[in-house]
């Protein structure tokens, strides 16, 4: 089956990188790039619509049609006595980084780096601050360490001195709005929370707009009614847990009070990254419900067994032959009825998808060092039969199958298998799967258990460490 995700990836890779160099037309591109003039077009355009790149009128050598200029962006952050900042693409690849200490007046550090940035990079095209401090209508009102900075409006500032678009907000509302645009449809409400140099802070998106609440304050965690909380916040959190201490008081406040979709936790310097993601197949990468669930009851069907669908559900990423086992299937009949089960389920594998978001996220994975491995309750033969053929399997370094271990999940050992073969503690690990075997597999084997919601047919009976409504979430763990 074809990963047209992977292939769309593949094709807009070389499209950046020619526009890197300056403007072009689109047949200008198709040539440079040695892609259809069609496929150019189709991809180029998904690009401007979203803000990566730009129509600028007509170039020498596309006969008068548009030409397209690739599009970059300046973000600065601003904590305590560091200026942290770097260029990037819209698909968030750096071109420059660095952080730089403020010893005197912040704005003659700004004025200095903009300056320097905007003769570097003619192609910029917007400008973002993120802020520790507190603002009301885009002023400044309360400034941790820069008093020159009160009553100033930091948009107002920052686009006087660069003539561009700009933007300044308090740095975890610039964080939440960011984490909420990863996806589609946009969720009703997000939180995001750090832990940081000057204290416990949130960013809330509501509808797809950051929410600062009447004045601007809302998400400043450290005046919760929290032992000690204002002094952790002057102190670095010095005995306190950090994040631990924090977040664990926080996030019951802010579900009870927003009920968000997503609760997103970071903690500067010593967070809790993992290094080691490991995935179940069927309702976590792949969405192989409607197919398997279609095959097993035409197959039982076919023997002379009828069952719903509901009476099915609890079979849902258990072992076939387990599932059969426990509907008090004949053992003389297991066999013929799993045949006739896989081979149904084989004739239509290319009915069955990858969600979306998978592909991007262990590529993503990947890219940034960590190690992927799957634990399934598919045997070694459905493996090879059932799944290599969707193209997925290259993808990870290690595969543990139902029967490369005497007990298959929920029994920990497969789990515990792939960890041994990755050199890994339980506790660098994350599991990710869709169902209760997946979960308590998790749980026996000592390993962090994300629930994919994405593919859960019965979310409100189980129980996880975390919970993600799309795969992009997983890249919060790394």
């Known amino acids: 089956m074809a990963d047209t995700g992977k292939l769309k990836r593949e094709n807009t890779a070389p499209l950046r990188q020619a526009m890197q160099n300056g403007s072009a037309g689109k047949n200008d591109l198709a040539r440079l790039t040695h892609l259809s003039f069609p496929t150019v077009s189709r991809i180029v355009d998904e690009m401007v ?98 008093p020159e900075l009160r009553g100033v409006s930091l948009s107002a500032y920052l686009r006087d001195k660069t003539g561009l678009p700009c933007m300044a907000a308090r740095d975890m509302q610039v964080v939440a709005a960011g984490y909420a645009a990863q996806y589609t449809p946009t969720p009703k409400a997000v939180v995001c929370i750090y832990i940081g140099k000057l204290g416990a802070g949130a960013g809330i998106v509501l509808d797809g707009k950051v929410w600062g609440g009447a004045a601007g304050f809302a998400g400043e965690l450290h005046y919760l009614p929290i032992k000690h909380n204002l002094e952790y916040a002057q102190n670095h959190f010095a005995g306190a847990a950090g994040a631990g201490h924090a977040g664990d008081r926080a996030v019951p406040v802010l579900r009870a009070g927003l009920h968000p979709r997503v609760i997103y936790l970071g903690e500067k310097d010593g967070g809790n990254h993992m290094k080691y993601f490991v ?29 719903t669908y509901e009476q099915l559900i609890f079979s849902f990423g258990m072992p076939g032959r387990r599932a059969l086992a426990k509907l008090s299937i004949p053992a003389e009949r297991v066999e013929p009825i799993m045949a006739r089960w896989e081979a149904l389920a084989y004739d239509r594998l290319d009915e069955i998808p990858m969600y979306d978001g998978i592909p991007e996220v262990i590529a993503e994975l990947r890219n940034g060092g960590c190690q992927c491995g799957i634990v399934t309750s598919r045997t070694r033969l459905q493996l090879e039969q059932g799944i290599k053929p969707i193209g997925f399997t290259p993808w990870f370094d290690e595969i543990i199958c139902a029967d490369d271990v005497e007990h298959p999940k929920p029994a920990p050992d497969a789990l515990l298998e792939c960890l041994h073969r990755f050199g890994c503690k339980p506790e660098d690990a994350v599991y990710i799967g869709d169902s209760e075997y997946d979960m308590q597999c998790a749980r026996s084997a000592g390993v962090k258990s994300v629930l994919a919601l994405w593919g859960c047919s019965e979310a409100e009976k189980l129980t996880s460490d975390l919970r993600f409504e799309h795969p992009a979430e997983i890249l919060t763990l790394r």
């Open 49 to 146: 619509e979203r803000g990566e790149a730009q129509e600028i009128g007509t170039a020498a050598s596309t006969g008068g049609r548009c030409a397209m200029q690739y599009r970059l962006f300046l973000c600065l952050r601003l904590e305590q006595d560091t200026l942290h900042w770097f260029v990037c693409d819209l698909d968030g690849t750096p071109l420059e980084q660095e952080q730089q200490t403020c010893s005197g007046d912040v704005r003659e550090l700004l004025d200095t780096l903009l300056m320097r940035v905007r003769a570097r990079y003619p192609r910029l095209a917007a400008v973002v601050l993120g802020f520790a401090g507190t603002m009301h209508n885009g002023i400044v009102t309360e400034s941790f360490g820069y």
């Open 279 to 307: 995935f179940d197949i069927d309702g976590t990468l792949i969405d192989s419900s409607k197919v398997d669930q279609w095959a097993m009851r035409t197959a039982l069907a076919e023997f002379g067994y009828h069952f």
